[in-house]
């Protein structure tokens, strides 16, 4: 555990981005071969726009990477945060509490307050009105939101008390975990709920991308789906009654509209449908 905590205490720029290219690339490839749903579109033409999103991220991550950097070192040279006031424990235990407490704060805690305050749902929107939710999807963020995840993950790396090798480990998961989730991958049904009780399947983000509530405020997790479970967001629906997109923003062209996506934070959108539901929480 020691070796894996000091690889990524010091992880090259260039194994960061090879795994996020190398994820996007094996996930594509996957999804190719073995897709959920045969979506009748330009693969390469629907990328586009979020392959813009993820350089946006990628920009605005690496720009304000000190801050990150700083918060870290500030926790470790203070020995604040939760995970540092807890009793000596294996520093297995250690690194995954870390990386649980991160994913809670930079992931679930973000996504929900996001879905709960009207300007920042506006921002997240661009995520939700992708009809074609593929690997690619999983970056589909509009830059003022990577501006507040970056923020969140920040408050998080305060609270928890992470050093830098836990937060890399925990981005690096975050990447890989939102691609494979995302991906329009078919995992057998019993396999994907089996990995749902811990961490987050395929099945169960996909339920988040259904097209109108309550499904689409569920299942905010990232990484582990514990989260959902113990707040009571979690929610089941069958993979093949699944509809993409969001129903505020229908138009499908626009949607897929680089310029419109930008500017879809700030447009207006008519009263979304509401679905009486029997699943429980």
Request: proline letters at 6%; glycine letters at 4%; a neutral charge.
């Amino acid at each position: 555990m020691e070796s894996i905590i000091s690889y990524f205490e010091t992880i090259p720029s260039l194994h960061r981005s090879l795994i996020l290219v190398g994820g996007i690339t094996c996930f594509w490839l996957i999804e190719s071969a073995v897709p959920l749903f045969h979506f009748k579109y330009k693969k390469w033409r629907h990328a586009f726009p979020n392959f813009f999103f993820t350089f946006t991220t990628i920009l605005i991550n690496f720009s304000l990477a000190f801050v990150l950097l700083k918060t870290a070192d500030w926790v470790k040279a203070n020995n604040f945060g939760i995970i540092n006031w807890l009793p000596d424990m294996p520093l297995w235990l250690y690194a995954l509490l870390g990386v649980m407490l991160l994913d809670f704060f930079g992931a679930y805690l973000a996504h929900y307050v996001e879905h709960r305050i009207k300007p920042l749902w506006m921002v997240h929107l661009v995520h939700h009105t992708d009809h074609h939710v593929d690997t690619t999807t999983g970056n589909r963020h509009h830059p003022i939101e990577s501006v507040i995840r970056f923020a969140f993950t920040t408050l998080g790396v305060l609270v928890v008390g992470t050093p830098i090798a836990l937060v890399f480990m925990y981005q690096s998961l975050s990447v890989v975990f939102t691609q494979l989730t995302h991906a329009n991958i078919k995992m057998p049904p019993k396999l994907d709920k089996m990995i749902s009780y811990f961490f987050v399947s395929p099945d169960m983000h996909k339920v988040h991308h259904h097209h109108v509530l309550p499904y689409t405020d569920s299942n905010y997790g990232n990484i582990f789906s514990i989260w959902d479970r113990i707040f009571g967001t979690y929610m089941e629906l069958n993979r093949d009654e699944l509809v993409y997109g969001v129903d505020v923003f229908p138009n499908e062209k626009e949607n897929g509209n680089l310029g419109n996506l930008l500017t879809q934070p700030f447009q207006k959108y008519k009263k979304p449908t509401v679905l009486p539901t029997n699943e429980s929480n």
